[in-house]
T-cell receptor
Framework: GQNIDQPTEMTATEGAIVQINCTYQ??????LFWYQQHAGEAPTFLSY????GLEEKGRFSSFLSRSKGYSYLLLKELQMKDSASYLC???????????FGRGTSLIVHP | DADVTQTPRNRITKTGKRIMLECSQT?????MYWYRQDPGLGLRLIYY???????NKGEISDGYSVSRQAQAKFSLSLESAIPNQTALYFC?????????????FGPGTRLLVL
């Protein structure tokens, strides 16, 4: 089966940098997604990685290492509004059906 | 105006009833998806469609059916609702350009099956 692991909860200080890790074990690989979801709201797409390396989008960056089955989401210059759940999802090889992790609840405090 | 809309936003129904959840998009995307979200279980894909008349089962399609009669519309039906289908349902669209996929989610439909 497919397995996605990410920490359940993290806390960080406003203005700081936080790295949310995601490790996966899947049958092959066909892309990794990161989403942000505020409580009671729809997920917001953050990034899609299919090749190794770092993708940067403003304050958010996502990194992928396919050989290590590892990704991280890096959030810089944290703001209070970044308090949310961050979901990692992986598509196994030859499939468009993603497996989602259970999400990391990030709490940003002043 | 929202690019991906869902109706209804909230629905209460009884066991055994047939209900339909509608999704519409103005983004012109070919790819559309239906997910459900349960507390502690994350998102799970129910069905997806890459074009009009194209229908593919996701991880948890049993008890559900879909219809993609137009590029802009993707409907999810529960033929005979049961209580464990109580969940938050999201529709999403995506585009795929230069090996980069970007997804857009609707606001969600809260469904309660009594």
């Amino acid at each position: 089966g497919q397995n996605i692991d990410q920490p359940t909860e993290m806390t960080a200080t406003e203005g700081a940098i936080v790295q949310i890790n995601c490790t996966y074990q899947t049958s092959g690989f066909n892309g990794l997604f990161w989403y942000q979801q505020h409580a009671g709201e729809a997920p917001t797409f953050l990034s899609y990685n299919v090749l190794d390396g770092l993708e940067e989008k403003g304050r958010f960056s996502s990194f992928l290492s396919r050989s290590k089955g590892y990704s991280y989401l890096l959030l810089k210059e944290l703001q209070m509004k970044d308090s949310a759940s961050y979901l990692c999802a992986v598509r196994p090889g030859g499939s468009y059906i993603p497996t989602f992790g259970r999400g990391t609840s990030l709490i940003v405090h002043p | 105006d929202a690019d991906v809309t869902q109706t209804p936003r909230n629905r209460i129904t009884k066991t055994g009833k047939r209900i339909m959840l509608e999704c519409s998009q103005t983004k012109g995307h070919d790819r559309m998806y239906w997910y459900r979200q349960d507390p502690g279980l994350g998102l799970r894909l129910i069905y997806y469609s890459f074009d009009v008349k194209d229908i593919n089962k996701g991880e948890i399609s049993d008890g559900y059916s879909v219809s993609r009669q137009a590029q802009a519309k993707f409907s999810l039906s529960l033929e005979s609702a049961i209580p464990n289908q109580t969940a938050l349902y999201f529709c999403a669209t995506s585009d795929f350009v230069d090996r980069q996929e970007t997804q857009y989610f609707g606001p969600g439909t809260r469904l309660l099956v009594l």
